[in-house]
T-cell receptor
Framework: GQQLNQSPQSMFIQEGEDVSMNCTSSSIFNTWLWYKQDPGEGPVLLIA?????ELTSNGRLTAQFGITRKDSFLNISASIPSDVGIYFCAGQLLGQAGTALIFGKGTTLSVSS | NAGVTQTPKFQVLKTGQSMTLQCAQDMNHEYMSWYRQDPGMGLRLIHY???????DQGEVPNGYNVSRSTTEDFPLRLLSAAPSQTSVYFCASSLIGVGNTIYFGEGSWLTVV
């Protein structure tokens, strides 16, 4: 089945630093999504990307849909303590019934103040 | 997480017991799905449904049954619980089609002893 390789697995940074994480796949996706999960909560959508090459921002977050449609990255600028959590990438395949997503294994972000 | 309700939030089962995790959404979404989340594994699709009366298997369906008798409800049944089914379970729903936002429930923490 399809797999997403998400890296890094974890990050420990200082408040104010920038963060970058990425996902790669052997399959082509038509949509890339980035989610954040806080402890004890379900994933919450951060950014959705629908076109190859698309660069989208949401506040301090910026994500890009790779030209090859097999990768995506998420950047967080000027990190703050509330950025702590697990970040997941997810890909969606064209033609698949409904909107079943394939998830990466997550990047755990820790921010020290 | 507005609109997707999961119950129970916490459950402890003995090996061999059966139980049902309930999921309901009030957004008239055609698509509903169940994921399990294990440490370091991301979210893996168990079963999904594209409408009432229609269900299909995801990545890890063994040991789980689902049914979709109404648009609103999508229960997940464990007929004979096993310790390997100890996990956090998330229900999700969306409108059909690429580009529609997927909404997650808050999760159900299941421990099988």
């Amino acid at each position: 089945g399809q797999q997403l390789n998400q890296s890094p697995q974890s990050m420990f940074i200082q408040e104010g630093e920038d963060v970058s994480m990425n996902c790669t796949s052997s399959s082509i996706f038509n949509t890339w999504l980035w989610y954040k999960q806080d402890p004890g909560e379900g994933p919450v959508l951060l950014i959705a990307l629908y076109k190859a090459g698309e660069l989208t921002s949401n506040g301090r977050l910026t994500a890009q849909f790779g030209i090859t449609r097999k990768d995506s990255f998420l950047n967080i600028s000027a990190s703050i303590p509330s950025d702590v959590g697990i970040y997941f990438c997810a890909g969606q395949l064209l033609g698949q019934a409904g909107t079943a997503l394939i998830f990466g294994k997550g990047t755990t972000l820790s921010v020290s103040s | 997480n507005a609109g997707v309700t999961q119950t129970p939030k916490f459950q402890v089962l003995k090996t061999g017991q059966s139980m049902t995790l309930q999921c309901a959404q009030d957004m008239n979404h055609e698509y509903m799905s169940w994921y399990r989340q294990d440490p370091g594994m991301g979210l893996r699709l168990i079963h999904y449904s594209v409408g009432a009366g229609i269900t299909d298997q995801g990545e890890v369906p063994n040991g789980y049954n689902v049914s979709r008798s109404t648009t609103e409800d999508f229960p997940l049944r464990l007929l004979s619980a096993a310790p390997s089914q100890t996990s956090v379970y998330f229900c999700a729903s969306s409108l059909i089609g690429v580009g529609n936002t997927i909404y997650f429930g808050e999760g159900s923490w299941l421990t099988v002893v």
